[in-house]
C-alpha cells in the first residue's frame, strides 16, 4: 500500500510523459449508451457514432459482405499473410480506389490496419521528425494525435473562403509558409465526403490544388499529398465521385500521391482494421521505394493485416455480378443517409440554423465557437453530439429518420439558450 503523501512511481521514460489519449468519440458515445440503458433507446439520439445504422438503430451489415465472410474456410481467419498484404488484395484495392479514373502513373499498394494505419505510414515516411504535416482546420482529430506520436506537429489552413468553396488562398499560403521552413511537406485531404462537414473537392479545385504543389519544384521542395478516401463509397456514383483522380496522371516526381483506403465504410467491416495505403507517381524508383519504406512500416507496427477481409475485398472484386451487387447494396445505404440528410439540412434552413453546407457522406457540421457547452446542454435533452475544432459534428450515417426529425429545431433552440 502507499503512503500518504508517497508521489506514484511513474516508469515511462520522460518523452512520454503526459501521454493520454483525449478520444470524445468514445467518451460521449459511452455517456450516451448509459442514457440509452437509463431511459430507453427510443428517448436518446446518439449522433455520435460514425459506422451505418439502419432504421431500427442497429449498426447495419451489408448483406453481401455477411454472407461472403461467413463462408470463408478457417484458413483465411487464422494463417498470417504477408506484411504488404496478399498480391491479389494489393491489386484489387487498386482496381477499387480507382475504378474507371486509374491515373497514367506508376502505382503500387500496401495493406495496412484500417485506414488510420495507412496515414501512420504516410506520416512516418513522407514527414520528418519535427516537421509539420498540412490539414484542414476542420478534420478528423485523429491526425493530431498521430503526429503527435511520432514527433510531427499539425498545422491547419482555413477549409472554406467567404464563398463556402474550398479555401485555395488559404492553402497557398499554408504550402508557402510550411516550405519556407522544411525541405518536404506533406499534405492530408480528406475528400470525396469529408468529415466531419460532408463536403467534396470539385474537380477545378483539385487542380488548383495540385498547381501550386507543382510550383514546389521550383524552390527545390518535394510535397507529398494524402487523399483520405474513407467515405467515397457513400460521396455519390462511383465514378463521378473519382474523377478527380485522372489529374494524378503525369505530375513531376517531387509531387507524390498517396491515397488511404480504407474497408471500414465501403464493405462495413469497421472492426476488421483493414485498409490500403496507394502509391501514385511518374517515377517507378518512387512507387520503389513507397513499396519497401511500406513493407517495413508495417512489419514494425502490426506485421500483417486481416487476411479474411482481404480474401473478401478480392472475392467481390473479381466477380463482375458480386461487383454489381455491392454498388446496389451500397447505393440503399447512400440513398438512405442522404434522406436523413435532406430532413436535417430542410428543417436546419426553416429554423435558420446555420450549418456548413452538406454534400454527402456520414457527417453533418454545425459550426460555433461554443461547441462544448452547447453539447453538454444537449445531453441534458438526452442528445448526444460530438464537439470538434469549430464546432459539432452529427453521425447523420446512424441517426434514424424519426429521430432526425425536430433534431435541428431542438438544436437551434439549445444555441438561443446559451
Same mark, same amino acid.
Given at each position: 500500500?502507499?503512503?500518504?503523501?508517497?508521489?506514484?512511481?511513474?516508469?515511462?521514460?520522460? @518523452?512520454?510523459?503526459?501521454?493520454?489519449?483525449?478520444?470524445?468519440?468514445?467518451?460521449?458515445?459511452?455517456?450516451?449508451?448509459?442514457?440509452?440503458?437509463?431511459?430507453?433507446?427510443?428517448?436518446?439520439?446518439?449522433?455520435?457514432?460514425?459506422?451505418?445504422?439502419?432504421?431500427?438503430?442497429?449498426?447495419?451489415?451489408?448483406?453481401?459482405?455477411?454472407?461472403?465472410?461467413?463462408?470463408?474456410?478457417?484458413?483465411?481467419?487464422?494463417?498470417?499473410?504477408?506484411?504488404?498484404?496478399?498480391?491479389?488484395?494489393?491489386?484489387?484495392?487498386?482496381?477499387?480506389?480507382?475504378?474507371?479514373?486509374?491515373?497514367?502513373?506508376?502505382?503500387?499498394?500496401?495493406?495496412?490496419?484500417?485506414?488510420?494505419?495507412?496515414?501512420?505510414?504516410?506520416?512516418?515516411?513522407?514527414?520528418?521528425?519535427?516537421?509539420?504535416?498540412?490539414?484542414?482546420?476542420?478534420?478528423?482529430?485523429?491526425?493530431?494525435?498521430?503526429?503527435?506520436?511520432?514527433?510531427?506537429?499539425?498545422?491547419?489552413?482555413?477549409?472554406?473562403?467567404?464563398?463556402?468553396?474550398?479555401?485555395?488562398?488559404?492553402?497557398?499560403?499554408?504550402?508557402?509558409?510550411?516550405?519556407?521552413?522544411?525541405?518536404?511537406?506533406?499534405?492530408?485531404? #480528406?475528400?470525396?465526403?469529408?468529415?466531419?462537414?460532408?463536403?467534396?473537392? @470539385?474537380?477545378?479545385?483539385?487542380?488548383?490544388?495540385?498547381?501550386?504543389?507543382?510550383?514546389?519544384?521550383?524552390?527545390?521542395?518535394?510535397?507529398?499529398?494524402?487523399?483520405?478516401?474513407?467515405?467515397?463509397?457513400?460521396?455519390?456514383?462511383?465514378?463521378?465521385?473519382?474523377?478527380?483522380?485522372?489529374?494524378?496522371?503525369?505530375?513531376?516526381?517531387?509531387?507524390?500521391?498517396?491515397?488511404?483506403?480504407?474497408?471500414?465504410?465501403?464493405?462495413?467491416?469497421?472492426?476488421?482494421?483493414?485498409?490500403?495505403?496507394?502509391?501514385?507517381? @511518374?517515377?517507378?524508383?518512387?512507387?520503389?521505394?513507397?513499396?519497401?519504406?511500406?513493407?517495413?512500416?508495417?512489419?514494425?507496427?502490426?506485421?500483417?493485416? #486481416?487476411?479474411?477481409?482481404?480474401?473478401?475485398?478480392?472475392?467481390?472484386?473479381?466477380?463482375?455480378?458480386?461487383?454489381?451487387?455491392?454498388?446496389?447494396?451500397?447505393?440503399?445505404?447512400?440513398?438512405?443517409?442522404?434522406?436523413?440528410?435532406?430532413?436535417?439540412?430542410?428543417?436546419?434552413?426553416?429554423?435558420?440554423?446555420?450549418?456548413?453546407?452538406?454534400?454527402?457522406?456520414?457527417?453533418?457540421?454545425?459550426?460555433?465557437?461554443?461547441?462544448?457547452?452547447?453539447?453538454?446542454?444537449?445531453?441534458?435533452?438526452?442528445?448526444?453530439?460530438?464537439?470538434?475544432?469549430?464546432?459539432?459534428?452529427?453521425?447523420?450515417?446512424?441517426?434514424?429518420?424519426?429521430?432526425?426529425?425536430?433534431?435541428?429545431?431542438?438544436?437551434?433552440?439549445?444555441?438561443?439558450?446559451?
Amino acid at each position: 500500500m502507499m503512503g500518504a503523501g508517497i508521489m506514484a512511481m511513474v516508469m515511462a521514460v520522460e @518523452s512520454r510523459k503526459g501521454k493520454k489519449l483525449q478520444d470524445k468519440v468514445f467518451s460521449v458515445g459511452r455517456a450516451a449508451q448509459e442514457a440509452i440503458d437509463l431511459y430507453g433507446e427510443e428517448q436518446v439520439v446518439n449522433a455520435t457514432v460514425g459506422c451505418y445504422g439502419d432504421e431500427s438503430g442497429t449498426l447495419g451489415c451489408l448483406p453481401l459482405v455477411e454472407k461472403i465472410y461467413r463462408q470463408l474456410p478457417i484458413h483465411d481467419f487464422i494463417a498470417y499473410a504477408p506484411p504488404l498484404g496478399l498480391d491479389a488484395y494489393r491489386q484489387m484495392v487498386i482496381e477499387e480506389v480507382f475504378e474507371a479514373h486509374r491515373p497514367d502513373a506508376y502505382c503500387d499498394a500496401i495493406a495496412t490496419a484500417g485506414g488510420t494505419g495507412a496515414i501512420h505510414i504516410a506520416i512516418m515516411n513522407y514527414s520528418e521528425i519535427g516537421d509539420a504535416v498540412l490539414v484542414t482546420d476542420w478534420h478528423w482529430g485523429v491526425y493530431g494525435s498521430l503526429c503527435q506520436e511520432v514527433e510531427r506537429k499539425l498545422q491547419t489552413f482555413s477549409l472554406f473562403d467567404a464563398k463556402g468553396a474550398f479555401n485555395i488562398v488559404a492553402f497557398t499560403a499554408g504550402v508557402d509558409s510550411l516550405l519556407e521552413k522544411q525541405d518536404s511537406l506533406l499534405i492530408i485531404l #480528406n475528400t470525396p465526403a469529408h468529415n466531419p462537414t460532408g463536403y467534396s473537392l @470539385s474537380y477545378e479545385e483539385w487542380q488548383q490544388v495540385l498547381e501550386v504543389c507543382q510550383q514546389a519544384e521550383k524552390k527545390g521542395k518535394k510535397i507529398s499529398i494524402v487523399v483520405d478516401i474513407a467515405y467515397i463509397a457513400y460521396a455519390g456514383e462511383k465514378n463521378e465521385v473519382r474523377h478527380f483522380m485522372e489529374l494524378f496522371s503525369h505530375l513531376p516526381e517531387h509531387l507524390f500521391i498517396m491515397v488511404a483506403f480504407s474497408m471500414s465504410k465501403g464493405y462495413t467491416l469497421y472492426g476488421q482494421r483493414t485498409g490500403a495505403l496507394v502509391g501514385i507517381s @511518374s517515377s517507378r524508383a518512387v512507387i520503389d521505394e513507397f513499396i519497401e519504406l511500406g513493407k517495413y512500416s508495417a512489419r514494425t507496427a502490426w506485421s500483417n493485416v #486481416n487476411r479474411a477481409a482481404m480474401t473478401l475485398l478480392t472475392t467481390v472484386r473479381q466477380d463482375k455480378v458480386l461487383c454489381r451487387q455491392i454498388e446496389v447494396e451500397r447505393m440503399q445505404i447512400f440513398q438512405q443517409i442522404m434522406k436523413r440528410a435532406a430532413i436535417f439540412t430542410q428543417e436546419a434552413e426553416q429554423c435558420r440554423l446555420a450549418i456548413i453546407p452538406y454534400q454527402a457522406g456520414f457527417f453533418i457540421s454545425v459550426p460555433t465557437t461554443q461547441a462544448d457547452v452547447i453539447c453538454q446542454r444537449l445531453q441534458q435533452k438526452c442528445i448526444f453530439t460530438l464537439p470538434v475544432t469549430g464546432g459539432i459534428r452529427l453521425g447523420v450515417c446512424s441517426i434514424p429518420e424519426r429521430k432526425m426529425k425536430g433534431l435541428a429545431k431542438i438544436m437551434q433552440e439549445t444555441i438561443e439558450e446559451i
